[in-house]
């Protein structure tokens, strides 16, 4: 096993050898996945834990009258479907797509379940890395019911830096592309955005 997966968030200060021990005993990969590609799609089952460890991917609902919606982007390392592997619908509620060339280590979960039943630094990461995704999920719960889109724009350059390009943070924020700019173009005229070379950014 490559040793970088100790250092995963999920795994850093568990037991090596059981890791390895329970990793070897049960069917898992490493897989690699070009920009675009589909990691897991939309109401699939949810077998598996998906730990990012190169690159970064993001993950859209998509309602059943096609309209879109960007949930997160997440950069590795990290752990995808660590909220869905053991709810009881076993499903992917979003769709993973590949934002740039990435791999992937995909831990069967009958792995997972028997390593944080064995080791209870393991379980408390993976505690962790559930409460952290959960509270991500309410503040961008709070940003699209209670806050307007100026307030989503402003708070996206908070976290981002900039708006670099307007197509990608359309697509973040779940707007089009035509809202967003005269959004953009009136936080502008009063005074809040203004452009640089990077992109907007808050005055």
């Known amino acids: 096993m490559n040793d970088d997966i100790y250092e995963m968030p999920l795994f850093k200060g568990?037991?090596?050898?059981?890791i390895e021990k329970i990793m070897h005993d049960f069917p898992n990969r490493y897989v690699h996945y070009k920009k675009g590609d589909i990691i897991a799609m939309q109401g699939n089952a949810c077998r598996s834990l998906y730990i990012l460890s190169e690159g970064s991917v993001y993950a859209k609902m998509i309602s059943e009258e096609g309209k879109e919606f960007t949930l997160d982007t997440l950069s590795a390392p990290d752990v995808l479907a660590s909220s869905f592997i053991f709810s009881s619908e076993g499903i992917f509620p979003v769709t993973i797509l590949a934002n740039s060339n990435c791999s992937l280590w995909i831990v069967?979960?009958?792995?997972?379940?028997?390593?944080?039943?064995a080791d209870s630094w393991v379980l408390r990461n993976y505690l962790t890395v559930i409460s952290d995704h959960s509270m991500f999920l309410s503040k961008r719960l709070n940003e699209f019911?209670?806050?307007t889109l100026s307030s989503r724009?402003?708070?996206?350059?908070?976290?981002?830096?900039?708006i670099q390009n307007l197509q990608e943070a359309a697509f973040i924020l779940g707007v089009a592309r035509p809202s967003l700019s005269r959004a953009i173009l009136q936080l502008v005229n009063q005074g809040v955005l203004k452009k640089e070379n990077k992109g907007y950014i808050l005055s």
């Open 14 to 18: 568990g037991n090596k050898d059981t």
């Open 108 to 117: 069967n979960k009958e792995s997972i379940l028997r390593i944080i039943e």
């Open 145 to 147: 019911a209670l806050q």
């Open 153 to 162: 724009i402003m708070s996206y350059i908070e976290r981002n830096g900039a």
